[in-house]
Every structure is written in C-alpha cells, then in structure tokens.
C-alpha cells in the first residue's frame, strides 16, 4: 500500500479503510509563525501525515498550514492527541482540537500517556464512541506498556482482531532502544508501532552510521530514519529547517542490506 503524492510514500493499514503513511511530520516544540511555516513546507515537500497533540498548542497553525496548501483533506493524515489530565472530558477534548485544527475529522486520536499510569478501560470505550461517530477515523494510544494494551483489548468487544483494540502505539524508538520482543508483541496484536524521537535519540555522529551514510551517499539521519521502515516502524521526524523537511522524507531512493540493518540494530 503506498500513499501518492509527489513521493509515494509506503502505508500501514490500519483497518476500517484506514492508511496510514509510513512518513509523517512531527510538531513537537515547533510553535506560531514557524509551526505554521514548517507545516506549509512539509507539505511541498510532499508529506501527507501531520503528528500534532492538544498540549503541542499547535493545532490552529497546522490547521492553517493545512487548508493554506490547497491539498484536499482527505489527503492528509492527521493524527491529535488526547492529554492524560483531559481523561474526564474526552468528547470535549475532541472537539477543541477539531475546531482548532478546522476539520470536521482527524484520522488519529491517541491517549498521549496512560492516565496518572493506568491503562483507563473506560477513557477506550470513549474513544471507540467518539470513532464510531466519525470524529476521528482510527483510535490508538501512545506510551503505553503491551500489559497496558492487553487490558484494552479485553475490555474491547470482539477483543483481539475484533478491530476495537488500539490500532497504534507511538513510542520512543531509535536504534538504541531496538527491542525485538517489543515489536513482535505489537505484531501479534495488530498493533502499528510509531516511534517518535528517531534524530534525538541517536548519535548521529557514530561511525557505523557514517559509514553505511557514506555507501548510500545519504546522511546518517537518512539511515536512521530509512532503519525505522526496514522494521515497519512509523516515522514522525521533526524539524524547522526546510532542508532538512526534504532530506527527512527523501528516504525511497535507497534500500539497506540484512547486515546493514543488524549492525544498526546492535547500536
Ligand atoms: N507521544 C509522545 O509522547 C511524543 C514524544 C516526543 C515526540 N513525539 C512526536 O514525535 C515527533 C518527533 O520526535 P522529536 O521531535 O522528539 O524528535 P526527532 O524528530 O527525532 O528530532 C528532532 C530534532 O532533530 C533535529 N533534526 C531534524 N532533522 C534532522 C536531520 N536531518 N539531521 C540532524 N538533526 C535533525 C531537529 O532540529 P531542527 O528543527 O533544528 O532541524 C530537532 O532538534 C515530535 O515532533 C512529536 O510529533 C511524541
């Protein structure tokens, strides 16, 4: 499944009709003016996947950012996030973020961590209603343990594969934390791993990536983030630099080989 735009860009599927671009835009710290700007050139630049959050205070200028392309809706895929403190006013939470963004749907609503460390069974049926009405098109979590997600999928009616279950958990990820067991508990359970922090978590300056960097003539951001989707993992690289907007997603001229990937993942 891929997304096109100007870069076809691989898609996971998450169900329901749902895809979800492999490369999206992450907006964490990126604010007013720059937010705004950052978000336009993202989308020149052909990203069709836009990571934002209620405490980000961002939504207004992605949203802007948004409807100022000229790109349709539904090309887009926009992914908010609920804040544990709001677990009481979910529908409300919802809805401010749908007015802020200037969108009657967002494609994905995370609980962006497990309320005060639970996993909040009942906040999930919530989120499954507010789905079911069209507010947002897929549900997921973020932060979350795989014990947490297993007392969502059993709360969850038709539990698992009954497609009620979270259909993403966004975590941290970069090579330092690869974690096969990890992956392979998401997998089992039809959950989408996104990892977010992919640049900050790593040293880019390390020799091995330089090395297989300098083989591909790419960077080394360019094979940490390539490493991400080798795996099958969603990415959302931040940046408010235009060029490295470009760079970030221009990631499909160049595959990694089995041993390239096993020396970035004993990193
Ligand atoms: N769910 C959660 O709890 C959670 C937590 C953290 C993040 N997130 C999401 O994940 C997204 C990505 O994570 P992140 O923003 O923490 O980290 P990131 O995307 O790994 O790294 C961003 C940092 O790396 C720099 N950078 C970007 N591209 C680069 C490149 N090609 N070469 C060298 N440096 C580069 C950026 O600086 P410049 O801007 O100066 O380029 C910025 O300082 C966030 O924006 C947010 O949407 C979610």
Same mark, same amino acid.
């Given at each position: 499944?891929?997304i ?5 860009i691989? /898609? ?6 749902v /895809? ?14 720059s937010?705004y700007?950052a ?16 405490i ?7 949203g802007?950012a ?18 544990p403190?709001?677990a ?10 749908? &007015? ?19 996993a909040?069974?009942q ?10 009405e069209?507010?947002?098109? /897929?549900?997921g ?13 059993a709360?969850?009616e ?7 279950g ?8 970069? !090579? ?15 959950? /989408?791993?996104?990892?977010?922090? !992919? ?5 880019l ?20 983030l ?28 160049? &595959? ?12």
């Amino acid at each position: 499944m891929t997304i096109s735009g100007k870069t076809e860009i691989p /898609a996971v599927d998450l169900g329901h009709g749902v /895809a979800m671009p492999m490369v999206g835009f992450g907006t964490w710290q990126l604010h007013g003016r720059s937010a705004y700007e950052a978000v336009r050139h993202a989308l020149r630049a052909g990203y069709r996947h836009i990571d934002t959050a209620t405490i980000y205070r961002n939504e207004p200028e992605v949203g802007r950012a948004l409807r100022d392309s000229g790109l349709d809706r539904n090309d887009v895929f926009v992914t908010t996030k609920l804040p544990p403190g709001n677990a009481g006013r979910a529908r409300a939470t919802i809805s401010q973020s749908l &007015t802020a963004l200037g969108t009657d749907h967002v494609d994905l609503w995370l609980v962006h961590w497990a309320p005060r460390g639970r996993a909040s069974p009942q906040l999930w049926q919530e989120f499954l209603a507010l789905r079911d009405e069209g507010l947002t098109r /897929a549900v997921g979590v973020s932060n979350y343990s795989v014990r947490q997600i297993d007392e969502l999928i059993a709360v969850s009616e038709g539990g698992r594969g009954g497609g009620r279950g979270p259909a993403v958990n966004q975590i941290p990820w970069s !090579p330092s934390r690869y974690d096969p067991a990890l992956l392979a508990a998401h997998a089992e359970r039809g959950v /989408a791993v996104e990892g977010y922090s !992919p640049l900050k978590g790593t040293r880019l300056r390390d020799p091995v990536l330089a090395e297989i960097a300098a083989k591909h003539q790419v960077t080394p951001a360019q094979v940490v983030l390539r490493w991400h989707l080798e795996l099958g993992i969603i990415i959302i690289p931040k940046s408010a630099r235009p060029e490295r907007i470009e760079s970030n997603l221009d990631l499909f001229g160049f &595959t990694l080989t089995a041993e390239e990937i096993a020396r970035i993942n004993r990193l």
